[in-house]
């Protein structure tokens, strides 16, 4: 059985740091992309991050560039999200998802999709 399980999310104010963490099981995690997207209260979900198999590269939409940080530990099983220096616009539901392979920034398919985690900026 496949599953995403995202934690690590909050209530932060703005500056502040949170650490996400999407624990995968049920597939062989190290043969996918892995992905971070964010949907926000009457917007689009919108795709954060995404890092390769190897970890080797990453991609970032531009409103997080120099903020957050993607990384995966393919010995656990273990997707990150760093996020640093938190905006308010940062608020949003958190998702993890897998794709099988390398998939480019603009390909829309996504293959497992956890829960979400809240993730709520403000003082």
């Known amino acids: 059985q496949v599953q995403l399980v995202e934690s690590g999310g909050g209530l932060v104010q703005p500056g502040g740091s949170l650490r996400l963490s999407c624990a995968a099981s049920?597939?062989?995690?190290?043969?996918?992309?892995m992905r971070w997207h964010r949907q926000a209260p009457g917007k689009e979900r919108e795709l954060v991050a995404d890092?390769?198999?190897?970890?080797?590269?990453?991609n970032y939409v531009d409103s997080v560039k120099g903020r957050f940080t993607i990384s995966r530990d393919n010995t656990n099983d273990i997707l990150y999200l760093q996020m640093m220096s938190l905006k308010p616009e940062d608020t949003a539901v958190y998702y993890c998802?897998?794709?099988?392979?390398?998939?480019?920034?603009?390909?829309?398919?996504?293959?497992?999709w956890g829960q979400g985690t809240q993730v709520t900026v403000s003082s």
């Open positions: 890092i390769t198999r190897s970890g080797g590269n990453t």
């Open positions: 049920g597939f062989t995690f190290s043969m996918y992309t």
């Open positions: 998802s897998a794709v099988w392979g390398y998939v480019s920034w603009t390909n829309r398919r996504n293959d497992y």
